[in-house]
């Protein structure tokens, strides 16, 4: 007897919601979002790309532009700004995939590159994942040591990696539901640590142009840095833009909540 793929997934999702609630653990995992499950707008991606981007990581790397690259205030807010349209660009074109494909961006690879062409594109993509996962890990862990001493190193990294383990493993509702969440938190944070710097700054128009030292190359790198930024997400932006429905309609503003925060996230530190 031949069984085809469908029958196989259907089976192993009624197994699976035999012990998990279906409304809170996501069965879709690779599989195709059918269109009679489609739900939400583009907006509605806002809180979860802007709780995303509200992270220490985000606000380190703007932080590079002025420690690294040398720039002046105003040159490497602009260098964020450009950057991230730049890159925004590119990973628009993966995001506006998903609602019309309907599958995670890394399963869609395989039509440009084949099942095996694929295979090195996803261990690419892995090794960037843990990078980010690692960096976020060991900031996590140093902003909680600053309020508790115990928190620092292992501790603290164990408490930010069980933080976000639990949505991820209960899928798409549970990672929107903790990301609005971390935007009304973190957004609140950053923009009160905004405020107070721009407080604590020069009045004069001669700080925003003079601190610092800006060069072509400096500005070049921190833009550069700022579009990998927004191409980094490209991989796996579509997996969450697939759960919308197919329509024509808004399909260019589905890179803009993602855009948009990064912007904000990475001038922060400048």
């Known amino acids: 007897m031949m069984i085809t793929q469908g029958t196989k997934t259907e089976a192993h999702a009624e197994l699976i919601e035999d012990f998990l609630p279906e409304k809170t653990v996501e069965f879709q995992t690779i599989y195709p979002v059918a269109v009679s499950e489609r739900h939400g707008r583009a907006r509605d991606l806002l809180a979860l790309w802007f709780g995303a981007n509200m992270t220490m990581l985000t606000v380190t790397t703007g932080g590079v532009m002025r420690g690294t690259f040398h720039l002046t205030p105003l040159a490497a807010i602009m260098a964020a700004i450009v950057g991230n349209l730049i890159g925004g660009l590119f990973m628009a074109l993966h995001a506006a995939q998903g609602p019309h494909l309907g599958i995670p961006q890394m399963v869609q ?37 600053t309020m508790d001493g115990h928190l620092g190193g292992t501790p603290g990294m164990l408490v930010v990696a069980f933080l976000s383990l639990v949505p991820a493993v209960l899928g798409y509702r549970a990672i929107h539901g903790a990301t609005r969440i971390a935007s009304l938190l973190c957004g609140a944070a950053v923009l009160t640590c905004l405020v107070v710097a721009l407080w604590h700054v020069p009045r004069g128009t001669a700080w925003w142009v003079g601190d610092g030292h800006d060069t072509v190359p400096g500005f070049l790198g921190a833009m550069s840095l700022a579009a990998l930024w927004q191409i980094a997400y490209a991989p796996y932006v579509s997996d969450y833009s697939r759960y919308l429905p197919a329509a024509r309609r808004g399909s260019g503003r589905r890179s803009m909540p993602p855009t948009g925060a990064a912007c904000w996230g990475r001038s922060s530190p400048c």
Do not use: D, E, K, Y
Not at 114 to 126: C, E, F, H, K, R
Not at 128 to 139: C, D, I, P, R
């Open 109 to 145: 690879s395989r039509a440009q590159f084949g099942m095996l062409g694929a295979a090195p594109m996803t261990a690419l993509i892995v090794i960037m994942f843990l990078g980010f996962s690692a960096s976020n890990l060991v900031l996590g862990a140093q902003g909680l040591a």
